[in-house]
Protein backbone atom coordinates (compact mmCIF):
# COMPACT_ATOMS: atom_id res chain seq x y z
CA UNK A 1 0.00 0.00 0.00
CA UNK A 2 1.33 3.47 -0.93
CA UNK A 3 2.10 5.65 1.58
CA UNK A 4 0.02 8.90 1.86
CA UNK A 5 2.83 11.22 2.50
CA UNK A 6 4.73 9.50 -0.51
CA UNK A 7 1.72 10.21 -2.62
CA UNK A 8 1.45 13.55 -1.53
CA UNK A 9 5.13 13.93 -2.77
CA UNK A 10 4.25 12.71 -5.91
CA UNK A 11 1.39 15.06 -6.53
CA UNK A 12 3.25 18.05 -5.49
CA UNK A 13 6.02 17.00 -7.99
CA UNK A 14 4.11 16.95 -10.69
CA UNK A 15 1.94 19.98 -9.94
CA UNK A 16 2.68 22.92 -8.25
CA UNK A 17 -0.80 23.46 -5.80
CA UNK A 18 -1.32 26.51 -3.52
CA UNK A 19 0.01 26.32 -0.43
CA UNK A 20 -3.25 26.66 1.71
CA UNK A 21 -4.67 23.64 -0.31
CA UNK A 22 -1.47 21.50 0.18
CA UNK A 23 -1.89 22.17 3.92
CA UNK A 24 -5.28 21.39 3.99
CA UNK A 25 -4.75 18.18 2.33
CA UNK A 26 -2.19 17.27 5.03
CA UNK A 27 -4.31 17.86 7.87
CA UNK A 28 -6.73 15.40 6.61
CA UNK A 29 -4.07 13.03 5.90
CA UNK A 30 -3.06 13.09 9.33
CA UNK A 31 -6.57 12.91 10.95
CA UNK A 32 -6.79 9.58 8.08
CA UNK A 33 -3.84 7.72 9.00
CA UNK A 34 -4.72 6.75 12.62
CA UNK A 35 -8.36 5.47 11.67
CA UNK A 36 -6.81 3.82 8.53
CA UNK A 37 -3.83 2.27 10.94
CA UNK A 38 -6.34 0.92 13.44
CA UNK A 39 -8.99 -0.81 10.09
CA UNK A 40 -5.82 -2.35 9.57
CA UNK A 41 -4.77 -4.11 12.61
CA UNK A 42 -8.51 -5.27 13.65
CA UNK A 43 -9.43 -8.78 12.14
CA UNK A 44 -11.18 -9.67 9.37
CA UNK A 45 -15.25 -9.34 10.22
CA UNK A 46 -14.36 -8.22 13.96
CA UNK A 47 -16.79 -5.75 14.89
CA UNK A 48 -15.45 -2.64 16.50
CA UNK A 49 -15.30 -2.09 19.72
CA UNK A 50 -17.11 1.01 21.24
CA UNK A 51 -15.35 3.01 24.04
CA UNK A 52 -17.22 2.65 27.76
CA UNK A 53 -20.08 4.91 28.21
CA UNK A 54 -19.55 7.24 30.40
CA UNK A 55 -21.70 5.97 34.01
CA UNK A 56 -25.04 8.35 34.26
CA UNK A 57 -25.44 11.13 36.70
CA UNK A 58 -28.37 11.14 39.00
CA UNK A 59 -31.29 13.61 38.58
CA UNK A 60 -30.88 16.42 41.32
CA UNK A 61 -33.45 16.00 43.59
CA UNK A 62 -36.67 17.88 43.73
CA UNK A 63 -38.51 19.39 47.01
CA UNK A 64 -42.22 19.16 47.44
CA UNK A 65 -43.86 21.77 48.84
CA UNK A 66 -47.55 21.42 50.89
CA UNK A 67 -50.59 24.22 50.46
CA UNK A 68 -53.39 23.42 52.15
CA UNK A 69 -51.81 20.20 54.24
CA UNK A 70 -51.23 18.60 50.13
CA UNK A 71 -48.16 17.62 49.00
CA UNK A 72 -47.53 19.68 45.68
CA UNK A 73 -44.79 19.25 43.12
CA UNK A 74 -42.61 21.75 41.91
CA UNK A 75 -43.67 22.52 38.55
CA UNK A 76 -47.03 23.08 40.39
CA UNK A 77 -45.60 25.25 42.78
CA UNK A 78 -44.20 27.07 39.68
CA UNK A 79 -47.56 27.50 37.73
CA UNK A 80 -49.23 28.57 41.02
CA UNK A 81 -46.62 31.14 41.51
CA UNK A 82 -46.81 32.52 38.02
CA UNK A 83 -50.56 32.71 37.86
CA UNK A 84 -50.62 34.75 41.13
CA UNK A 85 -48.22 37.05 40.04
CA UNK A 86 -50.69 37.59 36.46
CA UNK A 87 -53.19 38.60 39.24
CA UNK A 88 -51.49 41.44 40.58
CA UNK A 89 -53.00 44.55 38.46
CA UNK A 90 -56.58 42.57 39.49
CA UNK A 91 -55.50 42.76 42.78
CA UNK A 92 -54.42 46.42 42.96
CA UNK A 93 -57.75 47.39 40.88
CA UNK A 94 -59.91 45.59 43.30
CA UNK A 95 -58.34 45.22 45.93
CA UNK A 96 -56.87 48.87 46.78
CA UNK A 97 -57.50 52.64 47.05
CA UNK A 98 -55.50 53.00 42.91
CA UNK A 99 -59.12 52.79 41.11
CA UNK A 100 -59.95 56.23 42.73
CA UNK A 101 -57.18 58.06 42.71
CA UNK A 102 -55.95 57.31 39.14
CA UNK A 103 -59.23 58.36 37.69
CA UNK A 104 -58.87 61.63 40.03
CA UNK A 105 -55.67 62.10 38.81
CA UNK A 106 -56.73 61.94 35.19
CA UNK A 107 -59.83 64.06 34.77
CA UNK A 108 -57.91 66.17 36.33
CA UNK A 109 -54.98 66.52 33.51
CA UNK A 110 -58.17 66.48 31.36
CA UNK A 111 -59.48 69.84 33.21
CA UNK A 112 -56.34 71.43 33.02
CA UNK A 113 -56.18 71.29 29.47
CA UNK A 114 -52.65 70.35 29.55
CA UNK A 115 -52.32 67.48 26.97
CA UNK A 116 -50.11 64.37 27.93
CA UNK A 117 -48.54 66.82 30.31
CA UNK A 118 -47.93 65.52 33.26
CA UNK A 119 -47.49 61.87 31.83
CA UNK A 120 -49.00 58.43 32.35
CA UNK A 121 -46.00 57.19 33.84
CA UNK A 122 -46.34 60.30 36.61
CA UNK A 123 -49.52 60.28 36.93
CA UNK A 124 -48.92 56.15 37.87
CA UNK A 125 -46.02 56.68 39.84
CA UNK A 126 -47.85 59.26 41.97
CA UNK A 127 -50.85 56.99 42.38
CA UNK A 128 -48.89 54.10 42.80
CA UNK A 129 -47.10 56.00 45.99
CA UNK A 130 -50.49 57.57 47.18
CA UNK A 131 -51.89 54.09 47.28
CA UNK A 132 -49.36 53.07 49.31
CA UNK A 133 -49.71 55.56 52.10
CA UNK A 134 -53.30 55.08 52.23
CA UNK A 135 -53.02 51.27 52.12
CA UNK A 136 -50.11 51.28 54.68
CA UNK A 137 -52.15 50.08 58.14
CA UNK A 138 -53.97 47.41 55.93
CA UNK A 139 -50.88 45.75 54.56
CA UNK A 140 -49.07 46.01 58.26
CA UNK A 141 -52.66 44.38 59.50
CA UNK A 142 -52.51 41.80 56.55
CA UNK A 143 -48.48 41.09 57.34
CA UNK A 144 -49.00 40.71 60.91
CA UNK A 145 -51.87 38.99 61.19
CA UNK A 146 -51.31 36.01 57.89
CA UNK A 147 -48.59 36.53 55.79
CA UNK A 148 -45.78 36.50 59.13
CA UNK A 149 -47.24 33.27 61.12
CA UNK A 150 -47.65 31.46 58.02
CA UNK A 151 -43.37 32.56 56.86
CA UNK A 152 -43.31 31.40 60.18
CA UNK A 153 -45.03 27.47 60.17
CA UNK A 154 -46.97 28.67 63.28
CA UNK A 155 -50.05 29.05 60.98
CA UNK A 156 -51.76 27.01 58.02
CA UNK A 157 -52.54 27.99 54.64
CA UNK A 158 -56.38 28.43 55.14
CA UNK A 159 -56.10 29.61 58.59
CA UNK A 160 -53.48 32.28 57.37
CA UNK A 161 -55.58 33.20 53.99
CA UNK A 162 -58.56 34.33 55.73
CA UNK A 163 -56.43 36.83 58.08
CA UNK A 164 -54.87 37.90 55.58
CA UNK A 165 -57.85 38.86 53.55
CA UNK A 166 -59.59 40.04 56.71
CA UNK A 167 -58.15 43.48 56.98
CA UNK A 168 -58.61 44.19 52.88
CA UNK A 169 -62.44 43.36 53.34
CA UNK A 170 -62.69 45.44 55.97
CA UNK A 171 -60.87 48.27 54.08
CA UNK A 172 -63.74 47.95 51.16
CA UNK A 173 -66.61 47.38 53.55
CA UNK A 174 -65.65 50.92 54.73
CA UNK A 175 -65.98 52.21 51.37
CA UNK A 176 -68.75 50.70 49.62
CA UNK A 177 -72.33 52.15 49.27
CA UNK A 178 -75.03 50.37 50.42
CA UNK A 179 -76.73 50.40 47.55
CA UNK A 180 -74.16 49.30 45.27
CA UNK A 181 -73.70 46.17 47.86
CA UNK A 182 -77.23 45.49 47.42
CA UNK A 183 -77.58 45.45 43.82
CA UNK A 184 -74.40 43.24 43.38
CA UNK A 185 -76.49 40.84 45.93
CA UNK A 186 -79.45 40.82 44.29
CA UNK A 187 -77.67 40.09 40.63
CA UNK A 188 -76.13 37.30 42.52
CA UNK A 189 -79.10 36.02 44.55
CA UNK A 190 -77.20 35.91 47.61
CA UNK A 191 -78.39 38.32 49.99
CA UNK A 192 -79.81 39.77 52.66
CA UNK A 193 -76.51 39.11 54.72
CA UNK A 194 -76.40 39.04 58.35
CA UNK A 195 -72.73 40.16 59.30
CA UNK A 196 -69.91 41.46 57.17
CA UNK A 197 -68.72 38.23 57.09
CA UNK A 198 -71.20 36.85 54.96
CA UNK A 199 -70.75 38.57 52.13
CA UNK A 200 -68.80 37.16 49.47
CA UNK A 201 -65.17 38.35 48.22
CA UNK A 202 -67.03 38.27 44.31
CA UNK A 203 -69.88 40.70 45.35
CA UNK A 204 -67.50 43.08 48.03
CA UNK A 205 -65.12 43.36 44.86
CA UNK A 206 -67.43 44.22 42.32
CA UNK A 207 -69.19 46.69 45.00
CA UNK A 208 -66.44 48.90 45.93
CA UNK A 209 -65.14 48.94 42.40
CA UNK A 210 -68.54 50.66 41.39
CA UNK A 211 -68.40 52.59 44.59
CA UNK A 212 -65.26 53.62 44.05
CA UNK A 213 -66.34 55.06 40.38
CA UNK A 214 -69.35 57.41 41.47
CA UNK A 215 -66.70 58.70 44.33
CA UNK A 216 -63.87 59.34 41.98
CA UNK A 217 -66.38 60.98 39.08
CA UNK A 218 -68.10 63.04 42.13
CA UNK A 219 -64.28 64.74 42.87
CA UNK A 220 -63.81 65.27 39.72
CA UNK A 221 -66.91 67.10 38.73
CA UNK A 222 -66.00 69.32 41.90
CA UNK A 223 -62.42 69.44 40.58
CA UNK A 224 -64.09 70.31 36.72
CA UNK A 225 -66.18 73.40 37.93
CA UNK A 226 -63.06 76.08 38.55
CA UNK A 227 -61.68 75.30 35.39
CA UNK A 228 -64.71 75.14 33.36
CA UNK A 229 -65.63 78.95 35.00
CA UNK A 230 -62.17 79.78 33.30
CA UNK A 231 -63.43 78.74 29.74
CA UNK A 232 -66.88 80.30 29.97
CA UNK A 233 -65.17 83.83 31.10
CA UNK A 234 -62.67 83.50 28.09
CA UNK A 235 -64.64 82.37 25.76
CA UNK A 236 -67.49 85.20 25.92
CA UNK A 237 -64.45 87.18 25.98
CA UNK A 238 -62.95 86.28 23.03
CA UNK A 239 -66.80 86.26 21.47
CA UNK A 240 -67.30 89.83 22.38
CA UNK A 241 -63.91 90.94 20.89
CA UNK A 242 -65.21 89.20 17.70
CA UNK A 243 -62.11 86.79 18.19
CA UNK A 244 -64.13 83.93 16.96
CA UNK A 245 -61.75 82.42 15.01
CA UNK A 246 -59.52 82.01 18.41
CA UNK A 247 -59.57 78.71 20.77
CA UNK A 248 -60.55 79.31 23.91
CA UNK A 249 -59.00 77.01 25.30
CA UNK A 250 -55.31 78.33 24.17
CA UNK A 251 -55.88 80.96 25.68
CA UNK A 252 -57.51 79.55 29.08
CA UNK A 253 -54.95 77.18 29.23
CA UNK A 254 -52.12 79.90 30.53
CA UNK A 255 -54.93 81.32 32.82
CA UNK A 256 -55.80 77.32 34.61
CA UNK A 257 -52.09 76.51 35.17
CA UNK A 258 -51.91 79.95 36.96
CA UNK A 259 -54.69 79.21 38.95
CA UNK A 260 -54.06 76.22 40.25
CA UNK A 261 -50.18 76.62 41.23
CA UNK A 262 -51.32 79.64 43.26
CA UNK A 263 -53.76 77.79 45.27
CA UNK A 264 -51.45 74.79 45.16
CA UNK A 265 -53.51 72.70 43.83
CA UNK A 266 -51.44 69.41 43.69
CA UNK A 267 -51.24 69.40 47.38
CA UNK A 268 -55.02 70.43 47.71
CA UNK A 269 -56.03 67.89 45.47
CA UNK A 270 -53.85 64.82 46.67
CA UNK A 271 -54.30 65.61 50.41
CA UNK A 272 -58.47 65.85 49.75
CA UNK A 273 -57.81 62.21 48.09
CA UNK A 274 -56.01 60.87 50.97
CA UNK A 275 -58.75 62.30 53.35
CA UNK A 276 -61.97 60.69 51.40
CA UNK A 277 -60.91 57.18 52.07
CA UNK A 278 -62.90 56.33 55.40
CA UNK A 279 -60.86 54.66 58.65
CA UNK A 280 -61.34 50.91 58.62
Do not use: H
Request: contains cysteine.
Amino acid sequence: MIRLSALFRAVSARAAFPGWLLAACLVLAAALVPATAAAQAAPSGAAPVAAPAAPAQPLPSVDVGNIGGQPVSMPLQVLALMTGITLLPAALLGLTAFTRIIIVLGLLRQALGTGQTPSNQVLLALALFLTAMVMMPVFDQAWANGIAPYLDDSMDFRAAWAATSEPFRGFMLAQVRETDLMTFAGLSQTGPYATPQDVPFGVLAASFLTSELKTAFEIAFLIFIPFVIIDLVVASVLMSMGMMMLSPMLISAPFKILLFVLVDGWVLVVGSLAASFNPV
